[in-house]
């Protein structure tokens, strides 16, 4: 595999090199389908939650580092099945033509002949299906040497505790490696890496980690952003498109093209939530594309790319309280479908100098799995999602504070309510809020809803601890399924402030 390398950033063209590696092709092992390949990579929120941690800790070292050669550096294959228990894997394979030659230049193999012998391989390469999971092994075994312990809800967010204290915090995305923590129990992290994987390079406060650029000012606050990505996409041009009818049916070409650049738009939703709604329009007519989405989806990367909007993590004192916005929009469509469509957003709330500020931790915009006949169900089934959201979130953000608990602990945590960090569940459909509530427990008269409605009270026992009701115009969920409505509250809480401008009531849960 030969690919162009640019070792200095500020000298594209003059510090080009090409780097070279050879490469076996996975895809041709007649058992691929068969194996566990799985590597997990760390969560956005977990992303979102270390992210978190450091603009709340200023005095914290925030840094990404990536480990070179990755998939020539994982476990062998007896390693492996040691680790797993499952069946050691045999791999053998062939050089390229005239690659032999070179071969029997090194001591051992001046007699080797490509017609008659192949080679073993003694661990996965680059290439082969496995190499993930045999360089996560590795990776774990060693980050787990000094200290470091994996959260119940994602495995490959790991932290360490001294004294019940948090000092350390790391995200694995394969072979990059967000950290934030004390500098001391950084220092021991890259030692122990070093001596395993060999020289590292470390970006402190100014780097670029999972396609997302994070840059920590001087005060501590950090902010996330995709503009050099944005800037780069091009919108879609095509000679089918001039005159051509909006309702018409696109060509193979153009069908092409825009599911292409609809997957690059969707993969800026890592930062630009407030095109969210947008772009789950336009997925749903990918099957089938007319030029007239065509069209939306140029307009919308026009807008993308003037609009320029980052997250922002503010330096704050945490409050110690997940705030989650839950809406639901309903269209009754013609085909009776009943389609609706569900937003969360997840708030952790802090203060700055007195004042109220936020992280923005989640915000997204999903498709209702069940059939949706009234906005009533539309919102009672968007509150089961958004508060099966937040249980998770609670647990993850209490082992962060706390330390991985035992399923024994968790159990206990969950129905007892045992949780460090306080919990609010904001709505802004009355009539549900009455329903919750209400100590009556009437039917509704959609009797399909009753055994939501009755899980949301059982919840109630751990999380959320407070129920509000909120003005329209407050609820920054309406932005993640409707696309009339203004993106201005979506985009201050994504730069860290938000408030609530009307009235609003409350119900604390016993």
């Known amino acids: 595999m030969t690919k162009w390398k640019v070792k200095d950033p500020s000298r594209p063209f003059e510090s080009r090199i090409i780097r070279r590696r050879m490469t076996l092709r996975g895809f041709k092992e007649w058992c691929a389908d068969q194996l566990?390949?799985?590597?997990?990579?760390?969560?956005?929120?977990?992303?979102?939650?270390?992210?978190?941690?450091?603009?709340?800790?200023?005095?914290?070292?925030?840094?990404?580092?990536?480990?070179?050669?990755?998939?020539?550096?994982?476990?062998?294959?007896?390693?492996?099945?040691?680790?797993?228990?499952?069946?050691?894997?045999?791999?053998?394979?062939?050089?390229?033509?005239g690659s032999a030659a070179f071969l029997r230049k090194l001591p051992g193999f001046e007699h080797y002949d490509e017609r008659y012998y192949v080679l073993k391989c003694v661990k996965p390469g680059t290439g082969c299906k496995d190499a993930p999971k045999a360089f996560s092994i590795k990776l774990a075994s060693v980050t787990r040497s000094v200290g470091l312990k994996p959260i119940s809800t994602d495995p490959e967010c790991e932290v360490k505790h001294k004294n019940g204290r948090l000092v350390l915090i790391i995200a694995k995305h394969v072979d990059d490696i967000k950290i934030t923590g004390e500098e001391s129990e950084v220092q021991a992290l890259l030692q122990a890496l070093e001596h395993t994987f060999g020289k590292i390079d470390r970006n402190d406060n100014d780097f670029t980690c999972v396609g997302i650029h994070h840059f920590r000012d001087k005060s501590g606050s950090i902010t996330l952003d995709q503009h050099e990505y944005i800037k780069s996409m091009n919108p879609i041009r095509h000679p089918d498109l001039v005159g051509s009818d909006a309702d018409a049916d696109c060509s193979e070409a153009v069908t092409r093209l825009f599911w292409s650049l609809l997957g690059a738009v969707a993969y800026t939703l890592l930062t630009q939530h407030w095109i969210s709604v947008y772009v789950i329009a336009l997925q749903r007519n990918t099957h089938c594309p007319k030029y007239q989405h065509i069209r939306k989806l140029n307009s919308l990367l026009k807008?993308?790319?003037?609009?320029?909007?980052?997250?922002?993590?503010?330096?704050?004192?945490?409050?110690?309280?997940?705030?989650?916005?839950?809406?639901?929009?309903?269209?009754k469509e013609t085909d009776l479908k009943g389609y609706g469509m569900r937003g969360t957003v997840i708030l952790r709330?802090?203060?700055?100098?007195?004042?109220?500020?936020?992280?923005?931790?989640?915000?997204?915009?999903?498709?209702?799995?069940?059939v949706t006949r009234s906005t009533f169900s539309a919102e009672t089934l968007a509150a089961v999602g958004s508060t099966d959201v937040l249980i998770p979130v609670m647990i993850a953000m209490n082992e962060i504070q706390c330390g991985p608990f035992t399923t024994e602990q968790l159990r206990e945590m969950r129905e007892n309510s045992k949780f460090v960090f306080d919990s609010t569940l904001v709505i802004d459909a009355f009539n549900l809020y009455q329903h919750w509530t209400d100590n009556t427990k009437k039917l509704p008269s959609e009797k399909s809803l009753y055994p939501h409605l009755w899980w949301l009270r059982d919840t109630t026992r751990c999380a959320p601890k407070r129920l509000r009701w909120c003005d329209t115009r407050d609820m920054l969920a309406d932005i993640c399924t409707k696309g009339t409505v203004q993106r201005g509250p979506l985009l201050d809480a994504m730069i860290g402030t938000y408030q609530f401008k009307f009235e609003f009531k409350d119900h604390i849960f016993k």
């Not at 993590?313 to 989650?324: E, G, Q, S």
């Open 349 to 370: 709330l802090g203060t700055q100098h007195g004042k109220p500020v936020c992280h923005l931790l989640d915000a997204t915009s999903q498709s209702l799995k069940l």
């Open 36 to 97: 566990d390949s799985h590597a997990a990579t760390a969560s956005k929120m977990s992303q979102r939650m270390l992210i978190s941690e450091a603009a709340c800790n200023p005095s914290w070292s925030f840094l990404s580092i990536d480990i070179n050669k990755a998939f020539l550096q994982g476990v062998t294959y007896s390693e492996m099945s040691a680790a797993t228990g499952e069946e050691e894997r045999v791999v053998h394979f062939t050089l390229p033509p």
């Open 303 to 331: 807008v993308l790319q003037k609009q320029k909007a980052t997250i922002v993590f503010p330096c704050m004192d945490c409050c110690r309280h997940i705030m989650t916005f839950s809406d639901a929009s309903f269209c």
